[in-house]
């Protein structure tokens, strides 16, 4: 996206720098404060890219969020260059709507369709998410509810 994550990141956690992906067009976009002359540039690195194709980032962690609801071979792509990019021990947390039964539900059965009819693409249940990760070659840990609408899976790359 355009980094209000990041951003909020870097204002809570002084000490930590971060990296924001996505494709050329969206991150020429970027949330000032992370672009140069904004208060967290120096701390903020903005890459265009496309994951599909190369995670180019070194990093401790890296958060994907609301992004592997297309195609699955897409989604694969993705989670393999996390897993190529990513060094042994690094972090990997992905958040994501579930299709689950929760009060979530209708919100995500919307989104679910509307992926469908534009992209081919779907909402994820837990089970379907831990197995593309599990065949990316991340280890799964806790999975835990953000707010109403969203999941954290907490993933490592084994050494
Ligand atoms: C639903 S938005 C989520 C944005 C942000 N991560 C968030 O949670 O607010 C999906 C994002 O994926 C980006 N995206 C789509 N295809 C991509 C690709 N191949 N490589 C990198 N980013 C991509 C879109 O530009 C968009 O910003």
Known sequence: GQGHVLA????????????????????????PRLRDGGPLADRAGIVPGDC???????????IIKNILEWD???????????????????RVVI???LVDDSPSMKFT??????????????????????SRMTEAGLVVGEIRPVNAYLHAFECTVPE
């Open 8 to 31: 909020s990141l870097l204002e809570k956690h002084p000490r930590v720098r971060g990296v924001l992906l996505d494709l050329p067009g969206v991150v020429a976009k970027a949330d």
């Open 52 to 62: 599909r194709e190369a995670i180019p980032v070194d990093a401790d962690l890296y």
């Open 72 to 90: 699955d071979e897409s989604t694969r792509r993705t989670l393999r260059n996390v897993r190529g990019a990513a060094r042994p021990g690094a």
């Open 95 to 97: 958040i994501e709507n």
């Open 109 to 130: 059965t919307a989104m679910d369709l509307l992926l469908l009819l534009n992209v081919g693409g779907a909402k994820h249940t837990k089970e379907s998410l831990v």
